[in-house]
């Protein structure tokens, strides 16, 4: 056989091997296409009408999954062999408080049921609090319904990635919480002298009069001084009111 025969040989078989390799990575990345397809978007919301409604607005967007819409989870399990394996669960509690005993417990199921599965809140409110309960509870994300169903979908596809979601506006509410905390605390730490500031860590750290003036290296009839003007500027009549209206005060 002479060199270009080889030379042909050697090219032939190359390009066998390269379109077996690309078929087999074709065939591979359409299995895992076919896999993430394979999933769906599962829709809780017990009003008939509105769960209908919801699940039109879902699938007329680029949501990539199919959306399947039952009134509680015990209708999922009698259909659940019918559908695809689920990718994100999406809980429509309306006006109701997630504080709810019905719906606490709700969210708790769901989350622990399905562990590997994220659990995503659709609520009408945006209150922190509930926002923060609902979090607490195991839920990956709470999605007010004030927002754009773009929102809403950008949020499932967050918490499918391993991200949690909460609303903007909670998260500037939570920074104002924090800001007027501190103007609070700087504010009550102004009514007293460095010494006495030093007295009011101590009382809230429980500590006795005897051990404050042995720490600060004074007398323990000062400390009892410092006290008293601590107790006038707080308008406490003992040191046990004193260390209570600390505590409430004055972040831990």
């Known amino acids: 056989m002479n060199t270009v025969a080889l030379n042909l040989?050697?090219?032939?078989?190359?390009g066998a091997c390269r379109e077996r390799r690309t078929a087999e990575a074709e065939l591979y990345a359409g299995a895992d296409k076919q896999n993430e397809q394979a999933r769906c978007l599962l829709l809780i919301e017990s009003a008939r009408l509105?769960?209908?409604?919801?699940?039109?607005?879902?699938?007329?967007h680029p949501l990539g999954m199919e959306v399947v819409a039952v009134g509680s989870i015990k209708e999922w399990r009698d259909e659940e062999e019918t559908h695809p394996s689920l990718g994100a669960i999406l809980l429509n509690i309306g006006e109701q408080d997630v504080m709810e005993n019905?719906?606490?417990?709700?969210?708790?199921e769901l989350s622990s049921g399905f562990r590997s599965v994220p659990v995503v809140v659709l609520a009408d409110s945006d209150n922190l609090e509930q926002i923060l309960k609902a979090l607490e509870y195991g839920a990956r994300g709470f999605i007010p319904t004030s927002?754009?169903?773009n929102?809403?979908?950008?949020?499932v596809a967050l918490a499918m990635s391993g991200g949690t979601f909460i609303p903007a506006s909670s998260v500037l509410a939570m920074r104002h919480l924090i800001d007027d905390g501190m103007q609070g605390t700087q504010h009550l730490y102004a009514m007293f002298t460095l010494r006495e500031r030093e007295v009011v860590e101590a009382i809230r750290r429980g500590k006795q009069n005897k051990i404050?003036?042995?720490?600060?290296?004074?007398?323990?009839?000062?400390?009892?001084?410092h006290i008293r003007n601590i107790m006038r500027k707080l308008k406490a009549t003992n040191r046990t009111e004193v260390?209570?209206?600390?505590?409430?005060?004055l972040p831990c």
């Open 9 to 14: 040989e050697k090219h032939s078989r190359f």
């Open 50 to 60: 509105k769960r209908e409604c919801l699940r039109q607005a879902l699938v007329s």
């Open 102 to 108: 019905s719906v606490a417990e709700q969210i708790r």
């Open 147 to 149: 927002v754009d169903i």
């Open 151 to 155: 929102v809403c979908i950008e949020a």
């Open 212 to 225: 404050i003036a042995h720490e600060l290296k004074m007398c323990e009839s000062t400390v009892k001084v």
């Open 243 to 249: 260390a209570y209206k600390l505590s409430k005060l």
